[in-house]
């Protein structure tokens, strides 16, 4: 069998990330299976597999539950007060002694919570949605000051090149199948596209990818891990409420839909995306009304955070995935990762008898 490592694009400057061992976290660099992948050892991961930094829809526990398993768990910051950040990495901390991120907006970016995160030396910063006219060389400066490894997520391979000529070590290619903001690229041919255009840096691939067989293609594409938002939604560490998470479970994958509702509803700017939802009565109801939308924004803001918090399904917003139709289980983060990358070799077991000779 070969070592899916022996053919993707090797690092040439691996910088493995450190952590304090604590608790069970044991070595670094634990046993490997077929996936590991160059960015494994400089992330100091066991599995290419990383929860994508998801704001409120990430919680400690969640994030610790991922970096234990032997992936990377990020912590969404987005509109985090700068007074939590210290007591959520320390509950991270607390967690595990494995690596882990943290996830801004960097056109929502609060550079209080910003400075207060990076006091607390996050082995890895992720960043996502600049605003064409931000300084990403600043923002990056800045983590790499603190230590971190920087990670940038974008649908755009242009964008992916100015991150990387300002600093990141590590793209993520997020394809609109994703759940969430997203871009109008497709998955498939995103990654390649992106692994062409900033090459020998490594590439995640994100969006649709829910367990094994998408870790598997995104490997074959080139990619050296994959990045995961919705799989993780449906777990018990997850904050979502029950019936938000029956929601994704109840999903054929085909109930999605990409829409400026929620932002328009909310009054949000978000640079050049749209969210990827469950079509709920909510979103057809507002489809096609944006002006109506805009003239209702702060009842529309109360009657989101509202159901959110009763868990209305049909009146709520529910950010997911296509891959939401593979997605038939609520179970612990730390045996999603253990799954995919069981699944993944299983399958890489299966497609080596394929080959030539
Ligand atoms: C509920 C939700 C919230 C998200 N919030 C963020 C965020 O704050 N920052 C970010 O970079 N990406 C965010 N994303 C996108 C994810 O990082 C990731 O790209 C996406 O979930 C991958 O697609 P998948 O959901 O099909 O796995 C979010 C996704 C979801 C589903």
């Not at 069970?24 to 599995?47: F, H, N, Q, W």
């Not at 939590?84 to 991120?101: C, I, N, S």
């Not at 990387?164 to 994703?178: C, H």
């Not at 498939?188 to 255009?197: F, K, S």
């Given at each position: 069998?070969?070592?899916?490592?022996?053919?993707?694009?090797?690092?040439?400057?691996?910088?493995?990330?450190?952590?304090?061992?604590?608790?069970?976290?044991?070595?670094?660099?634990?046993?490997?299976?077929?996936?590991?992948?160059?960015?494994?050892?400089?992330?100091?991961?066991?599995?290419?597999?990383?929860?994508?930094?998801?704001?409120?829809?990430?919680?400690?526990?969640?994030?610790?539950?991922?970096?234990?398993?032997?992936?990377?768990?990020?912590?969404?910051?987005?509109?985090?007060?700068?007074?939590?950040?210290?007591?959520?990495?320390?509950?991270?901390?607390?967690?595990?002694?494995?690596?882990?991120?943290?996830?801004?907006?960097?056109?929502?970016?609060?550079?209080?919570?910003?400075?207060?995160?990076?006091?607390?030396?996050?082995?890895?910063?992720?960043?996502?949605?600049?605003?064409?006219?931000?300084?990403?060389?600043?923002?990056?400066?800045?983590?790499?000051?603190?230590?971190?490894?920087?990670?940038?997520?974008?649908?755009?391979?242009?964008?992916?090149?100015?991150?990387?000529?300002?600093?990141?070590?590590?793209?993520?290619?997020?394809?609109?199948?994703?759940?969430?903001?997203?871009?109008?690229?497709?998955?498939?041919?995103?990654?390649?596209?992106?692994?062409?255009?900033?090459?020998?840096?490594?590439?995640?691939?994100a969006g649709g990818i829910a367990d094994g067989r998408g870790l598997v293609a995104a490997l074959a594409l080139g990619a050296q891990g994959v990045l995961l938002g919705t799989r993780f939604l449906a777990t018990p560490e997850s904050p979502l409420h029950e019936n938000f998470k029956a929601a994704i479970l109840a999903s054929d994958g085909h109930n999605t839909e990409l829409t400026n509702i929620p932002d328009i509803g909310r009054g949000q700017l978000w640079p050049g995306a749209m969210a990827r939802v469950i079509r709920n009565r909510f979103i057809r109801r507002w489809s096609g009304q944006d002006s109506a939308l805009r003239a209702a924004q702060a009842e529309i803001t109360r009657s989101l955070a509202e159901a959110r918090k009763s868990g209305d399904v049909e009146e709520g917003l529910l950010m997911a995935g296509q891959d939401a139709g593979l997605i038939h289980d609520i179970v612990p983060a730390g045996e999603i990762v253990r799954r995919i990358a069981g699944e993944a070799e299983k399958v890489l077991s299966g497609l080596s008898g394929m080959g030539p000779g």
């Open positions: 069998m070969r070592r899916f490592d022996s053919i993707v694009a090797h690092d040439p400057s691996p910088r493995p990330l450190t952590a304090k061992k604590r608790g069970s976290a044991g070595t670094l660099y634990p046993k490997v299976g077929m996936i590991k992948t160059p960015l494994c050892d400089r992330l100091g991961i066991e599995y290419p597999i990383v929860l994508g930094g998801m704001g409120s829809g990430t919680t400690p526990e969640l994030v610790s539950a991922v970096s234990e398993a032997g992936g990377l768990g990020t912590l969404g910051m987005n509109a985090r007060a700068a007074e939590d950040a210290a007591p959520l990495m320390a509950k991270v901390r607390q967690g595990t002694g494995k690596p882990f991120g943290v996830n801004f907006l960097l056109f929502n970016l609060d550079e209080a919570a910003f400075a207060a995160t990076l006091a607390e030396r996050p082995p890895v910063v992720a960043f996502a949605w600049a605003k064409p006219e931000q300084n990403l060389r600043e923002y990056f400066q800045r983590a790499h000051d603190a230590g971190a490894l920087v990670m940038y997520q974008t649908g755009s391979v242009p964008e992916a090149r100015v991150a990387l000529e300002a600093g990141a070590e590590v793209l993520i290619a997020q394809g609109s199948e994703g759940g969430g903001h997203v871009g109008l690229m497709g998955t498939l041919p995103l990654v390649p596209m992106m692994v062409d255009a900033v090459s020998p840096a490594p590439v995640l691939a």
